[in-house]
């Protein structure tokens, strides 16, 4: 089975705090993503990577930056926290996609962030 | 912005009765998932259909997807209280990199004993 961990399940952290999430797949995937997840708008991506040290911006990534420096590990930073970050934060992964080869995502338990 | 909007936004049923939950998104798809969350645990995925299927079947779901009105319907037959859970539609567009997906807001089911 698909193992992605996300390293903690609650966090809380103060207003202006650099934030870490770190999320670690073990089935050699190459996409992984992040979402927050927020009452009412379901899950909305904030940044995702197709390969070690690429990356692009999804719906929402003001206020985020990532990192990707190896294959199996995508960090999400909150590079000065505020309120409205305080949410549930989701990591995902799955395979390369190929021609007419569709893959699910498969994802952690999430981590959730209360910023103070 | 959302891709999927999940009807209705909550279920309460007996166990034993079906559920029925749909979906409505507004671009063109390569394929819409669905997609299971227990409270405070992530996202397992249920059921892929492809975007030239019209219905699939895994084990008590049922799947349609009508791609002339951009729309999806999960049924679960007989239901039970292990099936209350929070239920996501994702549709990977035609025009997304990768293995991108949009995922709508989720329709809370709760199944009574």
């Known amino acids: 089975d698909v193992k992605v961990t996300q390293s903690s399940r609650y966090l809380v952290k103060r207003t202006g705090e650099k934030v870490f999430l770190e999320c670690v797949q073990d089935?050699?995937?190459?996409?992984m993503f992040w979402y927050r997840q927020d009452p009412g708008l379901g899950l909305r991506l904030i940044y995702f990577s197709y390969d070690v040290k690429m990356k692009e911006k999804g719906d929402i990534p003001e206020g985020y930056s990532v990192s990707r420096e190896k294959k199996e590990r995508f960090s999400l930073i909150l590079e000065s926290a505020s309120t409205n970050q305080t949410s549930m934060y989701l990591c995902?992964?799955?395979?390369?996609?190929?021609?007419?080869?569709?893959?699910?995502?498969?994802f952690g338990d999430g981590t959730r962030l209360s910023i103070l | 912005s959302q891709q999927g909007e999940e009807d209705p936004q909550a279920l309460s049923i007996q166990e034993g009765e079906n559920a029925t939950m749909n979906c409505s998104y507004k671009t063109s798809i390569n394929n819409l998932q669905w997609y299971r969350q227990n409270s405070g645990r992530g996202l397992v995925h249920l059921i892929l259909i492809r975007s030239n299927e019209r219905e699939k079947h895994s084990g008590r779901l049922r799947v349609t997807l009508d791609t002339s009105k951009k729309s999806s319907s999960l049924l679960i037959t007989a239901s039970r209280a292990a099936d209350t859970a929070s239920y996501f539609c994702a549709t990977a567009s035609r025009r997304a990199a990768g293995n991108k997906l949009t995922f709508g807001g989720g329709t809370r089911v709760l199944v009574k004993p």
């Open positions: 995902a992964s799955s395979p390369l996609i190929t021609v007419r080869v569709y893959q699910p995502q498969h």
């Open positions: 089935m050699d995937h190459e996409n």
